[in-house]
């Protein structure tokens, strides 16, 4: 099994970055396509950014070209770099990893493709 904990949300302003992380244990995560998901109260949950083992990385459209994401296997940590945050980002942010292998790059997007989840860290994006 595969234990996720994320860190570095809080409180930030309409247009300022943040990064956020995601150490995990119990397994190595090189083996592991890795993920940051998104749900605010009363929304589904919504991919942010996914990667494979293989380096192909999946933004979601309102996400592309702000949101960098970052794995290190050596230190067995994931990353997102958030920049021009807006108030409707105002979520709780989840990271996940799976072992499952996806034929289609888009099921990767999916919250069922993913059987490992972090408890979440809050992002609040507000002046």
């Known amino acids: 099994q595969v234990q996720l904990v994320e860190s570095g949300g809080g409180l930030v302003q309409p247009g300022d970055s943040l990064r956020l992380s995601c150490a995990a244990s119990?397994?190595?995560?090189?083996?592991?396509?890795m993920g940051w998901f998104r749900q605010a109260a009363g929304k589904e949950r919504e991919v942010v950014v996914v990667?494979?083992?293989?380096?192909?990385?999946y933004y979601s459209d309102s996400t592309k070209g702000r949101f960098t994401f970052s794995r290190d296997n050596a230190k067995n940590t994931v990353n997102v770099y958030m920049a021009s945050l807006k108030p409707e980002e105002t979520d709780v942010y989840y990271c996940?990893?799976?072992?499952?292998?996806?034929?289609?790059?888009?099921?990767?997007?999916?919250?069922?493709?993913?059987?490992?989840w972090g408890q979440g860290t809050q992002v609040t994006v507000s002046s």
């Open positions: 996940a990893s799976t072992l499952r292998y996806c034929s289609d790059m888009i099921d990767y997007a999916r919250m069922w493709a993913y059987d490992y």
């Open positions: 119990g397994r190595e995560i090189r083996n592991y396509a």
């Open positions: 990667q494979t083992t293989g380096g192909t990385t």
